[in-house]
């Protein structure tokens, strides 16, 4: 949660999430962006697995207020940690992530306080888990 950021201050996100720059690709942006917010070992990012592609949208600003513009265009993947796993959380993150069970993370989406992005991955994964597609601890 970033109260300061300029798009969704204060809201709940996804561990991991970035643009891909022009000079990369969704790999070389997975290891970056999970060292710079999670504290991820490349070692420990390569293990991450893809699940799915979402897009998002959201009403145009300004001169057309009522046609969705892309958003976001996100990639999805899964990366399965030891039990006890903590992600050493980088200084420049204003708050570290705590493990929340499924039924608190899905009241706080019911209430608001995730991103549109944040809550559709989080969802996604949930739907995994339930299907037997994944096993959540």
């Given at each position: 949660m970033q109260p300061t950021r300029p798009s969704d201050p204060g809201l709940l996100d996804s561990l991991v999430a970035g643009g891909?720059?022009?000079?990369?690709t969704p790999l070389s942006t997975l290891f970056r962006e999970a060292?710079?917010?999670?504290?991820?070992?490349?070692?420990?990012?390569?293990h991450a697995l893809p699940t799915g592609i979402?897009?998002?949208?959201?009403?145009?600003?300004?001169?057309w207020p009522h046609c969705p513009a892309p958003?976001?265009?996100a990639r999805l993947s899964t990366?399965?940690?030891?039990?006890?796993?903590?992600?050493?959380?980088p200084t420049a993150k204003p708050k570290a992530p705590?493990?929340?069970?499924l039924e608190a993370v899905l009241?706080?989406?019911?209430?608001?306080?995730?991103?549109r992005e944040g809550a559709w991955a989080s969802i996604s994964l949930m739907h995994r888990h339930q299907k037997g597609m994944l096993q959540l601890r």
């Amino acid at each position: 949660m970033q109260p300061t950021r300029p798009s969704d201050p204060g809201l709940l996100d996804s561990l991991v999430a970035g643009g891909i720059g022009c000079d990369e690709t969704p790999l070389s942006t997975l290891f970056r962006e999970a060292a710079e917010e999670a504290g991820f070992s490349q070692a420990l990012a390569r293990h991450a697995l893809p699940t799915g592609i979402m897009d998002s949208h959201q009403p145009e600003r300004g001169r057309w207020p009522h046609c969705p513009a892309p958003r976001a265009h996100a990639r999805l993947s899964t990366c399965r940690c030891r039990k006890a796993f903590s992600p050493p959380i980088p200084t420049a993150k204003p708050k570290a992530p705590a493990c929340t069970s499924l039924e608190a993370v899905l009241a706080q989406i019911r209430q608001g306080q995730w991103t549109r992005e944040g809550a559709w991955a989080s969802i996604s994964l949930m739907h995994r888990h339930q299907k037997g597609m994944l096993q959540l601890r």
